[in-house]
């Protein structure tokens, strides 16, 4: 089993509709975070959370540490949304390595 | 502005030939990452360093190696050695005391021919 597990894999929704995307984990964590990647490959950082909610613009992540899981919402969802969406974990003991999920594949169609 | 620079962003080698990848942070972390990414899969570790003249093995380290020489750069390099070279490349760094904090880089995605 995956330390990181994202779902769904693959997301199509239409623009305007609110989507949720998933990670849990199953690892101590010091940090979670979750990344953009667009079909270039490069990789943007969203978000950084340790407790709580984050927000920027359309985007808000949340994390519940007790039950080791967290979510990125996007409201008000545009065509330049779509892209893979990654969940990654920042491990505790000091060696801060970055532990990642498969990411999650979103098309926002017109 | 602080950042983490990958160069270079995409890289055609023939097979056979060394290839290095460049990574240069200017955000003082301590701790340097090179992670692989292959098509449907996570981001896998290859290796990771904490301090200068220091770096350890990831999960993925056969046919790769890399150095530090300097906080400010972790080059990786492609060995022929390496069966499937063919893949995307990131490199991170982060904080290891204090408040958690990582950047990545924007990736190299290295063809080989």
């Known amino acids: 089993k995956n330390e990181v597990e994202q779902s769904p894999q693959n997301l199509t929704a239409q623009e305007g509709e609110f989507i949720t995307i998933n990670c849990s984990y199953s690892?101590?964590?010091?940090?979670l975070h979750w990344l953009q990647q667009h079909p270039g490959g490069g990789i943007v950082s969203l978000f950084m959370?340790?407790?709580g909610k984050k927000k920027h613009g359309r985007l808000i992540a949340t994390i519940n540490i007790q039950e080791k899981h967290s979510s990125l919402h996007i409201t008000a969802s545009h065509p330049r949304d779509s892209a893979v969406y990654i969940c990654a974990v920042s491990s505790q003991g000091g060696s801060e390595k970055l532990v990642f999920g498969k990411g999650t594949k979103l098309t926002v169609n017109p | 502005d602080g950042g983490i620079t990958q160069s270079p962003k995409y890289l055609f080698r023939k097979e056979g030939q060394n290839v290095t990848l460049s990574c240069e942070q200017n955000l003082n972390h301590d701790a340097m990452y090179w992670y692989r990414q292959d098509p449907g899969q996570g981001l896998r570790l290859i290796y990771y360093?904490?301090?200068?003249?220091?770096?350890q093995k990831g999960d993925i380290a056969e046919g790769y190696s890399v150095s530090r020489e300097k906080k400010e750069s972790f080059p990786l390099t492609v060995t022929s050695a390496q069966k499937n070279p063919t893949a995307f490349y990131l490199c991170a760094s982060s904080t290891l005391t204090g408040v958690p904090e990582a950047f990545f880089g924007q990736g190299t995605r290295l063809t080989v021919v």
């Open positions: 690892v101590g964590i010091s940090a």
């Open positions: 360093s904490q301090i200068v003249n220091d770096f």
């Open positions: 959370l340790s407790s």
